[in-house]
């Protein structure tokens, strides 16, 4: 009796000492029991999700670059702050390079249109990639007295993205892109303000390494007035010539260069001749992740399973941070004469544990819709693709906050618990939202797994005052479908073939 009642109390001594570990803080299912349902970042911030109405939104703000430029979402509008996020489009050139930077906050970037490459600096990771063309190494083998004096470009792993990829990118995180093909990229990205990574303030801050931002001197009056910024120099110009010439180890003139004040091109600029040595190579790079997996399992096999070994090469270093969502083979949900909808978490993607982001993409063929459902445990940033469809939102006490077309290029944040239904009314309509958790939730309404699929018909006789005939109807007539259903003529007229 006495073991007994110890053991009740050590159960609870450790139910008020580790909290977090609550079963309503759980999510269960196929997709993974014991994930994090409720995300701690984002508690204290509910009273800026006061939403009477809910309106699309298109950028407020345009920053010019030689090669391409940027369109900003007003960061204040009070959906984003709701949502504790920042949006921005960037439209890259053919020939086009975003210099290297980075920012305060983790983000996920879509690419809407075009392809090309993209690299990512990560602190402790090895620059085990080579960059070199056998022309190249002959004219230094020319140049040079000896082998040992030719150059030999070593940098970490560069990748090739295309059309209907997400990327992720950890705040902190120096990364670049450039355009290999021949048409502009389009890119609409995410980033989450509201992350515990971000320990400054809600404000997003892009911290340049090279070039400079270029604005319109009204531009540039209405972000000092606003966010108190300064006019977009790199961060490497703010250091004294000499103390960064002997940083660096290069001559002043070097580090002029660098520091330039008078560079105009802004943050997207233009490589005449290109970033050929940059290829990537599809099978090297494959031969490489194999390699370098063996010796990672060959290496934790020598230190033994307890030994640690460094937090970044073990991550960050050894995870991908691409995932292509277009592709119809990979859809959750698919409809032939509906659409098809695709997710995006932590399942398929293990490093948004750190960026704590998650997406989906749909399609609706003209007339189908999404029935009415809800994020269980974000919020979500919708932004149209391509075509346009008819979207109602209903919050709190039954209150419709939006009930209007969406169309594309805008966006639409959908806050956490409103149940919102989707009608396509282009040919086709598609979207991709972005979520304010790794591994996001969604409640049907109705259909297979729905809500109303799970509840008693003696239930909802009761509670709609319907008969049992309405109420069995009501619960099965979708049949099997799920997520995304066909239009109700085109379901009538097969029933009456």
Known sequence: MANSINLLFLSLALCFLLPSTSLAQFSFGQQGFGQPLLSQRRLGYGSQ???????????????????????YFDQLNEQLQCAGVVAYRRTIQPRGLVLPYYSNAPKLVYIVQGRGISGTVIPGCPESFQSLRQGFEQQWEEESESQSQRFRDEHQKVQLFREGDVLAYPAGVANWVYNNGEVPIIAIAVADTSSNANQLDRQ????????????????????????????????????????LAEAL??????????????????DIVRVEKGLQML?????????????????????????????????????????????????????????????????????????????QLSAERGVLRRNAIQPPHWNINAHSIMYVVRGSGRLQV???????????????GQL????????????????QFEWISFKTNENAFVSHIVGKTSVLRGIPVEVLMNSYRVSREEARRLKFNRGNEIAIFSPRQEKEDRATA
């Open 49 to 71: 999700c006061q939403l009477e109405r809910l309106a699309a939104l298109e950028p407020t703000r345009r920053v010019p670059s030689e090669a391409g430029f940027t369109e």
């Open 204 to 243: 997003h801050r892009q911290f340049l390494l090279a070039g400079r931002e270029r604005q319109s001197q009204e531009q540039i009056a209405q972000v000092e007035e606003r966010f108190q910024q300064q006019k977009g120099n790199n961060l490497l110009s703010g250091f004294e010539l000499e103390l």
């Open 249 to 266: 180890g290069v001559d002043k003139e070097v580090v002029r260069k660098i520091q330039n004040l008078n560079d105009n091109r802004g």
């Open 279 to 355: 290829e990537p190579q599809r099978r090297a790079e494959q031969e490489a992740q194999e390699q370098e997996r063996e010796e990672r399992e060959e290496t934790q096999e020598r230190r033994g399973s307890s030994c640690e070994r460094n937090g970044l090469e073990e991550t960050y270093c050894t995870l991908k941070n691409r995932q292509n969502i277009a592709n119809p083979t990979l859809a959750d949900y698919y409809n032939p004469r509906a659409g098809r909808l695709t997710s995006l978490n932590v399942q398929k993607l293990p490093i948004l544990r750190f960026i």
């Open 394 to 408: 209903v919050g709190h006490r039954g209150r419709t906050v939006f009930d209007g077309e969406l169309r594309q």
């Open 412 to 427: 639409l944040v959908i806050p956490q618990q409103h149940i919102v239904i989707k009608k396509a009314q282009s040919e």
